[in-house]
T-cell receptor, first 118, second 115 residues
Framework: GAVVSQHPSWVICKSGTSVKIECRSL??????MFWYRQFPKQSLMLMAT?????????EQGVEKDKFLINHASLTLSTLTVTSAHPEDSSFYIC??????????????FGEGSRLTVL | AQSVAQPEDQVNVAEGNPLTVKCTYS??????LFWYVQYPNRGLQFLLK??????LVKGSYGFEAEFNKSQTSFHLKKPSALVSDSALYFC?????????????FGDGTTLTVKP
């Protein structure tokens, strides 16, 4: 099946610094990727839809200047948490929609990135 | 707007017993329906999907789900639970259009299978 790689798996940073998380589709092309945030024992909160070659579409309440998304190629999307603060600590997950499968909506997920801001 | 409800936060079953994890949805039109599983500190893994056709869908690890249009339900089932099935399960719905993939997820159900 299609594989999505997310890196890093764990990251600890100081308050005020920026952190970049990468999401790569390894064996398929993904014109669309999605970024989620997940709090402990809670569901996925969709943050934004990342479209290759265009600006990301952010969900209501998500600060686009805080969570910068870049989708420069058909296999890579990045999420940068800028000027991170402890309240940004969370589990961030990406998913990708295979171009060939865009009519069925099946998603392939990365392994997630645990961000801890001290 | 589409929505998904998983009425049970927690489901506990004994190993070897059948299990059911419930899901109901609300959406206009005919959506795509999915089940995903998440193990601790991991991303989600696809289990199965309903697109069209037979209402009983078979997926990975012996799981199956039954689509019931009149009840707008898509319950996940397995005839004989394993301890290794213990995980967090998400039901999801996706529209049948260019937004396919922008899925709406339920709040998740934690399945615990006891030996």
């Amino acid at each position: 099946g299609a594989v999505v790689s997310q890196h890093p798996s764990w990251v600890i940073c100081k308050s005020g610094t920026s952190v970049k998380i990468e999401c790569r589709s390894l064996d398929f092309q993904a014109t669309t990727m999605f970024w989620y945030r997940q709090f402990p024992k809670q569901s996925l909160m969709l943050m934004a839809t990342s479209n290759e070659g265009s600006k990301a579409t952010y969900e209501q309440g998500v600060e686009k200047d805080k969570f910068l998304i870049n989708h420069a190629s058909l296999t890579l999307s990045t999420l940068t948490v800028t000027s991170a603060h402890p309240e940004d600590s969370s589990f961030y997950i990406c998913s990708a929609r295979e171009v060939a499968g865009m009519n069925t909506g099946e998603l392939f997920f990365g392994e997630g990135s645990r961000l801890t801001v001290l | 707007a589409q929505s998904v409800a998983q009425p049970e936060d927690q489901v506990n079953v004994a190993e070897g017993n059948p299990l059911t994890v419930k899901c109901t949805y609300s959406v206009s039109g005919n959506p795509y329906l999915f089940w995903y599983v998440q193990y601790p500190n991991r991303g989600l893994q696809f289990l199965l999907k309903y697109i069209t056709g037979d209402n009983l869908v078979k997926g990975s690890y012996g799981f199956e789900a039954e689509f019931n249009k009149s009840q707008t339900s898509f319950h996940l089932k397995k005839p004989s639970a394993l301890v290794s099935d213990s995980a967090l399960y998400f039901c999801a719905v996706s529209p049948r259009n260019t937004n396919a993939g922008k899925s709406t997820f339920g709040d998740g159900t934690t399945l615990t299978v006891k030996p």
